[in-house]
Structure formats: structure tokens, C-alpha cells
């Protein structure tokens, strides 16, 4: 019996398969059991999302951009010679100012990237439809429809027929009666193969924007040459982020515009090694942010889990469905050194950035940071809406769900850091003033203080991308009730100060006065004490206070990073054009110089290096406040695809850095910016003056696009700073990095500052790396803290006043203090032996 059930389940399975392989196989969409919303299901991606919506049974398009596309994800036409059938029901919603055109694009392909995902963007097809005109399309084949054709209501049908050489395509138009209302035949040469689209208003040449609004309904796929790839589809889970740190786990599960009639409710499930699938809480899918964030106590970080999201949901067809995201929470690697993968700015002409993705991956980190710029706001080839506030927040999402179709098979299973910057809240420049609001007047402004958005969308966007970060040092709103999410991370004994360099800094408009952008210095009368002036503020004094504390916590930790979004020097010559020069950025982190000198007198205390983004022009430098090199080290990461192009060119303008490096690159060395920042800058990439290539991805090569990678090795105490071109080898090599990388360093290396004297050489006869505390008497203030490496160590000052030593344990909370220690003038001609 059970002999023949196996048979008769082969013989079902086998007729299955034959059936959707053969001429027979047919798909239908039509909308009829989905709920009215913007998403219109896991088959479709709409661009833009906010402009597309399931309604009443069918899709509408509202939008009156040109080329607004609903992409069939899981359903394309393959490479194989056969014939098949296209067919929609269509009608105008909306006629617009200006001619309007709708149908489909079929055999949609990118000429840089073969990944389905750069075909919704920038692929290239055959265009078919009917045009407002009065006159239906083959590309550029036309024939004018009947007199008084209805626009409201009709239907395209469209057979691809094998010929010689090509293909054969007709097009016939019918009314609601299934009457020809237009018939054309174009013959296609070579393969059609590619995605398909249904589009509201054509981009051509003759185009215009404010075009008409159409319907879309009971779209037919028929024929051999439909091919079914189940995974392309996208949600109902697009992804989920996660952090692990001090044995608390923070998960969020990103879903899409889902209907109020929807679940709302997202499981989440682990699966620890030898044991079953346990629940272990749901929670419910935020309304504007439509993500559900976890958070999980006293989790085991000592091995592996498995974990999976779980939604109960209808498909688009209106079949009962449970989608699962799986992925794994590996332990916390504090046995190994921490690989860092770090990334910043997401312009879309990169899109879908496949080399850098690649090259990620066979570089294994084991956290990622993307510091900001996640979007821009016109990724995706249109435009953001700014209101209503829905569709505003809807316009975000279309364009954030891009960036985790990208990587989120990365972030499956990969910690992750993201943190917003201006773009990702759609201004080019922020100034956030802690929390301030534009009025009507400074709207939409690039150099004035304060937020274009509504707190609710700010606070949405923080949701989005910050809700699976450590809760927040101090979750207190900020003016107008704006959400902060400044916080610790700790992870492979690193600890990870993850702040805002943009939501508490003062805007230019506190101090300029002259005409045009406030914010770029072109009048070299202007000197820096023009542009300071008392408060003004870089971290503020709220992220200040944290970092001050952060510097003391050493409990499991060996080393530090400071985490912002833009390195804190002014380090750039040539802005936008490969001529055109600027005296000074107030727009980069040298500036206010007296908080961003603050900033790098309190962390360098912890000895902590830094990482940062936004300037698209990969930099390592060493920072200085009183003198060069006195300070810890910036690595501004390349940008992962360049948008506005920078350059460090000193050279050029004959400003020669003194005190060269060895390896002798040009531009490199000690620079004073504008703002009186000392800069020893070691490496910076090159753009040169780059000229348009028609393949996106060495476009983006030239312009010094990439990805920055760090090994922090916790037993030696180094660091290795990578910067990688976007393109370069299959296994990625040193040489496919930008020149002067890698560097190594050493944790000590991040607090430069010249000893004035030095204190008896410390032996610890007890466990190693016991944590240090200098503390200079005269003041009272922390000199420095860092966990020493070993049994022993050389401290430098800074004076030859009295210290007082503070050693000990935090994890065992055990500390011995020491007073009135004396220093030495040379370093290591006394000893000063403890016990702990």
C-alpha cells in the first residue's frame, strides 16, 4: 500500500512538472482576494511603492512620473526559442496635463549587472502599450486605435512567436467586449529574455512628466517560455537586522505596506543546537516603520542559534501561507579577531552594487556598520514625496527596502550597526540642533539648522534603521519629542560607541552672513574666528556625557571604536566638479572646531579608534588637536556608490603637506584644514578627473567607490584598515585595494600625544590584562584608561604632577588604587610592582 502511494504521488508530481514546462503553463494575477494597500504582494515590486496600491481587485497606478514600473519578480521570459502569451486589463484612472502612455515592457535587461534586480531600474526592453495620442506601440512601430476608443476599460494582448532571426510580436488592443480596437506585428530581432513590467507613462525622448494614471487587472503569463524563479519574490519578510551584545539580543524584521486587515503580529522562534523550534515572543508590526522589533534577555552568547521570523499570511493569489526568515545568531567571537565590513553611501546608480556585495562576502565579516546614506532621495530614478506624511514615509520605505535587498543575505546572519544621516531623512545636509524644526522660511534649505521632515517621520526612519541597536545610553526624546538612539555596542571584546555627528550640530546659519550656500567657505578673507563662536555644538553635550562614560567601561572589553558618520576633519579640496575648489566644508566634521577638538580630547582618553563615512572619498588620518598627530585615528570608508564626488588635492594647489609618509603618495601628510584642524593624513583615494563610462559599475570604480574592511585583533592589540575598489579579482587581493592600503596599527597608536615624563614601569604579578586608569592629581581628570596588554606597562604623562594609578578587574568589579606616584623623565628606569 504504502509502495503504491509513493507511485501515485511520483506520477502527480511528475504530470505537475511536465505541466508547467510544457506550452500549457499559464499564471494569472487578479487581485481579487488581496487587500486594499499599498504592497501589492511578494510577486511585484513597484516603483516608486508609494504611487502603486492594490485597490477594490485590482492595481492602480497614481502616479505621474515617467516609467513608474510594477515588476512581476518571480515570473520572466528565458532564453529558450518558444512562443508565449501576454495579456493585462488596463483603464485610465486619471488623465494628466500631458499625453500619457501605459502597458508593458517585456525582455527587460541591465547591459552592466545580469541581476533581475538592476533590470527594474535600468533595464531595457520592448515597450508595448497604447498612448493617450490615440495610437498603440511596438517600440517605435505604431497604428492609431478605433475613433472613440474607451480608455477606461480595455485589455492588451501580446504573442511572441518564434522567426527567423528573431521573433515575431503581435499586439492586438480589445475593448471590454473583446472587440479589436488596434492590432500591430513588429518583428523583433534576437532573443527577447528579461523581466516583465506593466508601466504607467513611458519614459522616451518626447515624454513628459504629469502624465495620465491608469488601472492594471488580471494580468495572464502563458507559454514555455515563462519562467518561474520562486526566488525572486520579496516579503512578506524582506529582512531582518540584528545586534548581540552584553547577552541581549535586538532583532527587527522588516515587512512592507501591509493592509490594516493583515496580520500585524510577527513571531520570532530559535532553535538552540540539538534542540526543536520554541516560540519565544511576538511582536506587533509597527504602522509607519512596518517593522516588528525583538528584544530577547540573558541570551546565551556562547554558541550558535538558530532563529527564524514567523508570519502567518495570505498570498497574492489569497492562499494561506506562513513565511519564514531564517537565519543564525552566532555566538559572541571573543576567541578570534573581530573582521568589520564598513560601508556608507548608497547613490543608486550603483545599484544593486553587486561586486562590492560579492567581494563581502568572500571576505566573511563578523559585524557590519553602514554609517549613513542608506538612500538618496532620488534612488530609484524618481524623486521623494515630502507630504502627505503617509506617502512621505512610504516614499522613504520604497527606497530603504533597496538597500536590504541588497544585503540582506549578509545580514542574515551577520550582526549589523546602521545608523541615518541626512539623506537617509531626506535633506543634503543636516544640522540637527537637537531636534529643531525648519520653519516655512529655512525649509528645504541646505545650510540652515533644524529637520525638514515631521518628528513622526524622523522618528520612523530611526525605527527603520536603529531599532535593532543596544537600547539607547539615554532614551529621552530630544526637543520636540525626537527620538535618540546613541548607544554602546559591545561584541568580540570591541566596544563600539555608535553616535550622531549630525542631530545636535549647530547650523552655519549661527554664525555666516554672507550670501549663497552658508555652509562652503569661497571667500578666503573669511578667517575661523568668524565661524566660531561659544555653545556651538558638534556631538552635544547629551552624546558628550555618554562618551565620557563610555571611555570608563572596560567590563569584557580589550579595545574601542567611536562610531559617527563623517570623519572630523575637513579633508577635501575639490567639491563636485574636478576644478572646482572650496577654502572649507562647515558641512564636515572639522567643523565647529572647538567641539570637534572636545570630541577627540574624550575619546582618545579610551584610546579609541574611529569610523566614519559621507565624504565619498576614502581617508585614513591621524587627528591632532594641539599638534599633529596627537590624537586617535579616522578612516572615512569609500563610499559604496558616489552620488557628489570629492577630492584631496593639496598638491595641485600647491599647499605640499609637510612630513611626508614612507610609501611617498601624493596628497598625503601634515595638512592644516580651514578650520585649524590638524590633519596627518596617511592615505586618501583618488578619483582623478573621471569621465562617463556606459558600464555602471566601472563609472563608479573610477569615482573611488568601494567598501572599507577592519580586522581589530584583540591579543596584539592591532588594527588593519583595508579600503576596496568596488571592482578588482574574483578573490579579493591587496592590489584591488586604493592606495596606501592596508595600514596596520596599534591600539596605542590612538592616543598620539607626546609624553612630557613618564610613570614607573607597572608590573602586575596576577591575571593579565587588568585595566588601567591614569588620573592626573593636579585636576583630579582621567589622563587615560585602556586595558593593558600582558603583565606589564610603560604609562606616559602629560605633566609632572602626582598621579594616581587606578588597576583592576571590572568583570570582578576588584580594584587597587595607588596615590602620589611621582613620574620619571625616561621611560622604564623604574619599577612599580603589585600584587592583584
Not at 5 to 23: D, E, G, I
Not at 287 to 303: G, M, Y
Not at 360 to 370: C, R, S
Amino acid at each position: 500500500m504504502n509502495l503504491f502511494k509513493n507511485k501515485w504521488l511520483l506520477v502527480v508530481f511528475v504530470l505537475f512538472f511536465y505541466s508547467c514546462n510544457n506550452k500549457g503553463f499559464k499564471v494569472d494575477y487578479n487581485f481579487n482576494k488581496i487587500n486594499n494597500r499599498v504592497w501589492v504582494g511578494e510577486d511585484f515590486w513597484s516603483v516608486p511603492l508609494e504611487d502603486w496600491r492594490v485597490n477594490n481587485g485590482r492595481v492602480e497606478c497614481l502616479s505621474d512620473v515617467k516609467q513608474a514600473t510594477l515588476t512581476v519578480l518571480s515570473y520572466s521570459l528565458n532564453q529558450n526559442k518558444s512562443s508565449f502569451k501576454i495579456s493585462v486589463k488596463m483603464g485610465l484612472l486619471q488623465k494628466g496635463k500631458q499625453p500619457g502612455s501605459a502597458g508593458i515592457v517585456m525582455g527587460s535587461k541591465d547591459d552592466t549587472d545580469s541581476d533581475f534586480r538592476a533590470a527594474i531600474y535600468f533595464g531595457k526592453g520592448i515597450n508595448i502599450g497604447v498612448n493617450t495620442k490615440g495610437y498603440a506601440f511596438i517600440n517605435e512601430s505604431t497604428t492609431d486605435l478605433k475613433e472613440a476608443f474607451d480608455y477606461s476599460n480595455f485589455k492588451l494582448q501580446i504573442i511572441g512567436s518564434p522567426a527567423e532571426k528573431g521573433y515575431t510580436v503581435t499586439l492586438k488592443v480589445l475593448d471590454y467586449e473583446n472587440t479589436i480596437q488596434a492590432e500591430l506585428q513588429s518583428h523583433i530581432n534576437g532573443d527577447i529574455s528579461g523581466i516583465i513590467q506593466l508601466v504607467n507613462n513611458f519614459e522616451t525622448e518626447k515624454s513628459k512628466g504629469k502624465g495620465s494614471k491608469f488601472w492594471f487587472d488580471d494580468l495572464e503569463l502563458i507559454g514555455e517560455k515563462i519562467n518561474h524563479t520562486a526566488d525572486n519574490k520579496f516579503g512578506p519578510i524582506l529582512w531582518a537586522m540584528h545586534t548581540l551584545s552584553d547577552k541581549t539580543l535586538k532583532l527587527t524584521a522588516q515587512f512592507p505596506p501591509i493592509s490594516k486587515k493583515d496580520n500585524q503580529i510577527a513571531e520570532l522562534h530559535i532553535q538552540k543546537q540539538g534542540s526543536d523550534w520554541e516560540k519565544i515572543t511576538t511582536e506587533r508590526i509597527d504602522t509607519s516603520a512596518r517593522c516588528a522589533s525583538f528584544k530577547v534577555k540573558n541570551w546565551d552568547d556562547t554558541a550558535n542559534c538558530n532563529y527564524k521570523i514567523v508570519y502567518p499570511y495570505y498570498d497574492v493569489h489569497g492562499n494561506p501561507k506562513v513565511e519564514e526568515y531564517q537565519g543564525v545568531i552566532k555566538k559572541d567571537p571573543v576567541d578570534k579577531p573581530l573582521a568589520m565590513g564598513a560601508l556608507t553611501c548608497q547613490f543608486y546608480t550603483g545599484f544593486p552594487y553587486t561586486p562590492i556585495r560579492k567581494k563581502l562576502e568572500l571576505k566573511k565579516p563578523d559585524i557590519l556598520y553602514f554609517s549613513g546614506d542608506q538612500i538618496y532621495e532620488v534612488n530609484g530614478g524618481y524623486n521623494i514625496k515630502r507630504h502627505p506624511e503617509g506617502k512621505a514615509n512610504n516614499s522613504y520605505l520604497g527606497k530603504w527596502y533597496m538597500f536590504g535587498w541588497v544585503f540582506r543575505d549578509l545580514m542574515r546572519n551577520t550582526p549589523t550597526i546602521c545608523t541615518p544621516d541626512d539623506h537617509d531623512i531626506f535633506q543634503g545636509n543636516l544640522w540637527g540642533g537637537g531636534g529643531k524644526l525648519k520653519n516655512d522660511n529655512t525649509r528645504g534649505t541646505h545650510d540652515h539648522v533644524g529637520f525638514d521632515q515631521s518628528i513622526r517621520t524622523i522618528n520612523m526612519v530611526n525605527r527603520t534603521q536603529c531599532s535593532h541597536l543596544p537600547d539607547p545610553y539615554d532614551a529621552t526624546p530630544i526637543a520636540n519629542g525626537m527620538s535618540v538612539w546613541y548607544t554602546q555596542l559591545k561584541y568580540g571584546r570591541v566596544s563600539f560607541a555608535i553616535t550622531t555627528d549630525r542631530v545636535f550640530k549647530s547650523g552655519p546659519d549661527e554664525v555666516a552672513n554672507w550670501d549663497g550656500r552658508l555652509e562652503q567657505i569661497k571667500d578666503p578673507k573669511i578667517t575661523p574666528s568668524d565661524l566660531d563662536k561659544p555653545g556651538l555644538q558638534l556631538m552635544g553635550e547629551r552624546q558628550e556625557l555618554f562618551l565620557k562614560n563610555w571611555v570608563k567601561d572596560w567590563n569584557g572589553i580589550d579595545m574601542k571604536v567611536l562610531l559617527s558618520q563623517t570623519v572630523l576633519a575637513n579633508a577635501t579640496t575639490h567639491y563636485g566638479k574636478f576644478n572646482k575648489t572650496l577654502y572649507g566644508d562647515m558641512d564636515s566634521g572639522g567643523w565647529p572646531k572647538k567641539a570637534r577638538d572636545e570630541t577627540i580630547k574624550i575619546v582618545r582618553k579610551g584610546f579609541a579608534f574611529h569610523i566614519a563615512g559621507d565624504q565619498h572619498l576614502p581617508s585614513l588620518l591621524q587627528y591632532g588637536i594641539d599638534d599633529y598627530g596627537d590624537s586617535g585615528w579616522g578612516f572615512c570608508t569609500p563610499a559604496i556608490s558616489i552620488c557628489y564626488s570629492r577630492w584631496f588635492r593639496p598638491d595641485d594647489l600647491g599647499v605640499k603637506p609637510k612630513n611626508r609618509p614612507k610609501h611617498g603618495l601624493p596628497n598625503t601628510g601634515d595638512y592644516t584644514d580651514f578650520f585649524g584642524n590638524y590633519n596627518r593624513v596617511y592615505a586618501v583615494g583618488y578619483p582623478g578627473n573621471y569621465v562617463k563610462d556606459s558600464n555602471r559599475y566601472k563609472f563608479e570604480n573610477n569615482k573611488t567607490s568601494g567598501f572599507g574592511f577592519l580586522n581589530f585583533n584583540q591579543k596584539t592589540r592591532d588594527i588593519t584598515i583595508e579600503s576596496w575598489k568596488m571592482l578588482g579579482n574574483d578573490n579579493p587581493e591587496d592590489m584591488d585595494q586604493h592606495y596606501g592600503w592596508p595600514r596596520t596599527i596599534n591600539q596605542l597608536d590612538n592616543y598620539g600625544r607626546k609624553s612630557v615624563a613618564w610613570l614607573p614601569t607597572i608590573v602586575v604579578n596576577g591575571k593579565p590584562n587588568p585595566v588601567l586608569q591614569i588620573i592626573n592629581q593636579d585636576n583630579n581628570e582621567l589622563e587615560y584608561i585602556l586595558r593593558i596588554n600582558g603583565n606589564k606597562f610603560d604609562s606616559k604623562v602629560f605633566s609632572k604632577s602626582l598621579y594616581t594609578i587606578k588597576i583592576g578587574y571590572p568583570e570582578m568589579d576588584f580594584w587597587k588604587e595607588i596615590k602620589d606616584i611621582k613620574p620619571i623623565t625616561e621611560k622604564g628606569h623604574s619599577w612599580l610592582r603589585l600584587d592583584l
